[in-house]
């Protein structure tokens, strides 16, 4: 059975770097094809991917945040972790992490990050 | 990157009736395109990927069909449990990317 978790800070200030760990079972990121990518959902707005890393460790960035994002993996813990640096309002938003099989088909529950001074 | 536009944004619709709902990519994808349900306060769920191919679970009143630009996700009877935000996703090149979503709501 595949879970996925979020967990970080529920709330960050402007300019903060924000910092959210995906934690997963049932699955290894040293298998072939396997990935973990992370999308976020501003409270009421579509969804929107921001950055995908594969087993691996191809990593692969939304263009439009590409500057502020970083995305790693720890195998042995089962993690993927990823940065967004300067964050600002705009980026209040729910943060998903998924296991990637060509598409996304398990999701974690989300993380709900506000920014805010 | 890819655009994906969904129509229409919003359904008014009761339970029974066919429900479609359109993708169009701004370029081919192929059949790389996968269909998520999201009720609120929740995660996105799979229900499609490949186009048409239904996800394991998925009630068989779920299809899709389409390739290359124009897709169309069908609920053939629509059940209470379907009154939800349906999105579309191309997974054909980088950035992947997402409609802007389908809210499926009584009538």
């Known amino acids: 059975q595949i879970t996925l978790k979020e967990s970080g800070p529920t709330l960050v200030k402007p300019t903060q770097t924000l910092t959210l760990t995906c934690t997963f079972s049932?699955?290894?990121?040293?298998?072939?094809?396997?990935?973990v990518g992370w999308i976020r959902q501003p409270p009421g707005k579509a969804l929107e991917w921001l950055a995908l890393v594969f087993w691996d460790d191809d990593k692969r960035y939304s263009p439009s945040l590409r500057n502020r994002l970083t995305i790693t993996k720890d195998t042995s813990k089962n993690q993927v972790v990823l940065t967004m640096a300067n964050m600002d309002p705009v980026d209040t938003a729910t943060y998903y992490c998924?296991?990637?099989?060509?598409?996304?088909?398990?999701w974690g529950q989300g993380t709900l990050v506000t920014v805010s001074s | 990157d890819i655009q994906m536009t969904q129509s229409p944004s919003t359904l008014s619709t009761s339970v029974g009736d066919r429900v479609t709902i359109s993708c169009r990519a701004s370029?081919?994808?192929?059949?790389?395109l996968a269909w998520y349900q999201q009720k609120p306060g929740k995660a996105p769920n799979l229900l499609l990927y490949?186009?048409?191919t239904l996800e394991s679970g998925v009630p068989s009143r779920f299809s899709g069909s389409g390739s290359g630009t124009e897709f169309t996700l069908t609920i053939s009877s629509l059940q209470p449990d379907d009154f939800a935000t349906y999105y579309c996703q191309q997974y054909s090149s980088f950035p992947w990317t997402f409609g802007q979503g389908t809210k499926v709501e009584i009538k």
């Open positions: 998924a296991h990637v099989n060509y598409y996304f088909d398990y």
């Open positions: 370029q081919s994808i192929s059949r790389w």
């Open positions: 049932g699955f290894s990121l040293s298998t072939v094809r396997v990935g």
């Open positions: 490949e186009a048409s």
